[in-house]
Structures are given as C-alpha cells and as structure tokens.
C-alpha cells in the first residue's frame, strides 16, 4: 500500500476545495430520511411503517431522476441542472411541516424527482480533476469523507427534533439543502475538462490532437468514445472546441454518448451497477441490524457506538483500498463485503458486537469506491454525469428495496438472520458474477483466436 497517493490526490488543483464542498454539501442530505421519518411517527401519528413508505417514496423518486439529471449536467451544464431543484426543494421544505400524511407521501416523491444530485456532482468532478493512476485513491478518500457525513449528520438531525421539534428541524434540513444547491451553483466545481486547466503534461497523442491537428468528425469521435475508456485521461478537445465545429461533429458527439450509454449497460457494466446495488442492501442491513442487535442484546444505549465503530471500520477499510497499488473489480469488494458481514449472525455479546461490526464496516468505503471508480473509468468524459446518475439510482435502489425485506427478516428470525442472509445474498451475486464475467472473457479471447486464424488462413 502507498498512503502517499493521497498526498498526490490533495495535491490536485481544486481537488481539496472539492471535497470541502462535499462535505458541506452533503450534510444536509445524511439528515433528512431520519428527520422525515421522526416527523412522520411524532408529529404525524403514524407508524414506523409508514414512516418507511414516506422515506422509500423520497429515495424512489430521487433514483428515477438521478440519471436523467446527471444526462442534465452532461448536455446542459450544472447551473440549468440545479435551477429547478432548488426551487421545488425551496418549496416542499417550506409547507412540508404542514402537510398530512395523504399529502405527504406523493408530496416527497416529487422532491425526491427535483433532488440535488450532490453525489453525481461531486464524483463526476472528481472524476474530472483527478488524473486515472489515482484515480481510485480520490474516490476512496471520497467514501471516507461520506462515512463521516454520514455519522454526524444523522445525529444533528436527531438533536434537532428533540430539541426544537420536527417542524423547525425540517425548515433547518430544507434550508440547508436549498443553501447547498445554491452553493454548488455558486462554486460550479468542473464537470468538464474545458473547466480547468490541466496540471500535468499529456501523453503525447493528446498533446497533438490539443494542437488542433485531428478535427474531423471522425477522429473526434473517436478519441472521446475511446480515449477514456482505455486510458482514463481527460478529453483531448473541450467541449467549447466540439460546439465550434461542423453538425457532422455534433452527431459524432451523440454517438460517443450514445456507445457510452451502451458501454455502461453491456454486461460489464451491468455487473458494476448490481454490485453497487447489492452492496447497497448489505449497507442498510446494518443501518437496520445494529439497532436490532443492540435491542436483542439489552444494550440500547450502545447503539450510536456501535454505529460509531461501524463506521470507524468502513473508513479504515476505504483507505487501506484507496492506498492499494493493484485494481480490485467491484464484484471481489463485494465478495469481501459478503464475507465479513456474515460473522455478525454469531454476535452473543457486546464485546464481540464491537469487534464484528468494526470488521464488517472495513468493506463498506471499498465497495461504494470500486464501483464509483469503476463506472467512472468505463465511460467518457461527455456521459460521466449521467454514469454517475446511474451509480446513485442503483445505490438508491438497493437501500430502498432492502430496507422493507431486511425489516422482514428481522422481524423472522433476529438480527443475525439478517446479517448472515445479507451477506449471503452477496456472497452468491459476486460469485455469480465474477463466473460469468470469466466465461463471457474466454468467449470473446475464443471468437478474437478464432478469427485470427481464419485471418491468417
């Protein structure tokens, strides 16, 4: 492992001021499904249950609209992206305290479709700024920082419910969401190449066709369907250069979208997104597990430090990835994820609860970092946004549809039920996976050999 990466990462122009934004910028968001769901039991009268409905309809309708804003960002720039979420958000926020339980409901479903896509955001420039060597290092320092969000901010929005009630609590969270859209606007981190200036020197086929010698329609094709994709580098032409160009160049520039759309829903990109979304269901089993666990144990008051050494686990483990000199595809993340969490189902007391959960936890940064830097490397520069849209709908899915099945199977069998069928269940798809991604690979080097043969024939 080489920690000095992430010096290197640090060292990236704008890549600090990036992750600060991320930090602020998120924080808002890592409250609002405990706050919705405090509102809806305490304020509303309603049960968990339906508290759940409230927050599943929220996520749902942000995980339908995340590729298409991220195709937004793409095409539009991020100021036209966030103008519309802005205002919905402003407005929900404001009459959501008021609202009843019927109106509600479709009520976050459409906040949830005008969501802020800081996620998207964030690690599409991330993505931008961050030459590929190290390109895994910035996303795992990412998944860290997302951990600590994630473990702060849950926790402020529970101090702010029961400090000054759910209504001035969810005016608090809107109001910080609103003022995160408009600071994103404000910074406007670099979705594009065209946005920076690039700190290093390029391999030198860029730096020819920077210079302007390879512009037909053609050739810039081309180098923005492959150039990413194989090299990981930051598109040779900027996206200004492109619009000056012929209408030939502008269908060249569709159909570099359109095979990077391909790209990512071929098998190979499939395998990433149902590695994310899987990961995603082991994630909120223990969101769901350890407050189970803790209740089977009789040791209710410690489940913020469970949760805390989770979370402590998963940073470690997110830079111990990030500092690894070899690539890991996202399906063997997965299947260490698997492995870890299953032990938890032996947890008889609270000693062996704080060692267990704080092994489980090493994989989780992994496995939200291998898949966001995998899909990042899978696709140009031009379609990042929306690769980036379908990473955090297949997040979004997973703990949106593994909340209610979990909460099941809690209810059947306890806490290590969940653990052990969680893991499982990962255990199965990263094995699945990586067999078929080893069949479908001596497929293609069989068809590649026999052709070959045939050629030379």
């Known amino acids: 492992m080489a920690l000095s990466t992430y010096r290197e990462v640090l060292q990236v122009p704008k890549a600090p001021s990036i992750y600060l934004l991320g930090f602020l910028a998120r924080f808002p968001f890592s409250a609002t499904g405990l706050v919705l769901t405090l509102h809806t039991v305490m304020s509303l009268g309603q049960n968990y249950m339906m508290a759940g409905l409230v927050v599943t309809s929220s996520t749902l309708g942000a995980a339908i609209s995340a590729p298409w804003r991220g195709r937004l960002m793409d095409t539009k720039g991020l100021a036209r992206t966030l103008i519309p979420p802005i205002i919905v958000n402003l407005v ?24 802020i896509p800081v996620f998207s955001i964030v690690r599409t420039s991330l993505s931008v700024v961050i030459p590929a060597k190290i390109r895994k290092s910035a996303f795992a320092l990412d998944s860290v920082i997302t951990e600590f969000v994630f473990m702060l901010g849950p926790a402020a929005g529970t101090v702010l419910v029961f400090t000054w009630g759910s209504y001035v609590a969810m005016w608090v969270i809107g109001g910080a969401v609103v003022i995160a859209g408009i600071g994103l606007m404000i910074v406007d981190p670099p979705l594009s190449s065209e946005q920076i200036v690039l700190p290093t020197r390029m391999p030198e086929p860029l730096e020819v066709a920077e210079s302007g010698l390879e512009r037909s329609p053609a050739a810039v094709a081309e180098r923005i369907a492959f150039e990413n994709t194989q090299t990981g580098q930051i598109t040779a032409l900027s996206q200004a250069d492109l619009d000056e160009t012929s209408p030939e ?3 060249a520039l569709d159909e570099a979208r359109s095979l990077a759309r391909r790209q990512l829903l071929s098998l190979g990109g499939i395998a990433i997104l149902i590695a994310t979304a899987v990961g995603s269901v082991i994630l909120v089993t223990g969101d ?13 008051d410690f489940i913020g430090p469970v949760v805390a050494i989770w979370c402590l686990g998963s940073a470690i483990g997110g830079l111990a990835y990030g500092a690894m000199k070899n690539d890991l595809h996202p399906l063997w993340v997965l299947f260490w994820l698997s492995i870890v969490t299953m032990p938890i189902a032996l947890v008889s007391n609270l000693p062996t609860a704080f060692i267990l959960c704080f092994i489980s936890g090493l994989g989780i ?30 997040m979004t899915i997973g703990s949106s549809l593994g909340s209610p099945i979990v909460g099941v199977v809690i209810d059947a069998g306890g806490a290590g039920a969940a653990f052990f069928s969680a893991g499982a269940f990962g255990l199965v798809v990263a094995v699945c996976g990586l067999v078929a991604m080893r069949v479908h690979r001596s497929r293609v080097r069989a068809r590649a050999a026999q052709e070959l043969g045939i050629e030379a024939a």
Request: a negative charge; zero cysteines.
């Open 365 to 394: 940064a992994p496995s939200i970092a291998a898949t966001g830097e995998a899909i990042s490397r899978r696709v140009p520069e031009i379609a990042r946004g929306e690769a980036m849209g379908w990473h955090g709908s297949a």
């Open 92 to 115: 929900f926020w404001a009459i959501a305290p008021f609202l009843p339980f019927g109106l509600l409901l479709p009520a976050v479903f459409v906040a949830g479709l005008f969501s």
């Open 288 to 300: 769901l597990g350890i407050v189970a666990l803790m209740e089977e144990l009789d040791h209710k």
């Open 249 to 251: 160049t502008s269908r």
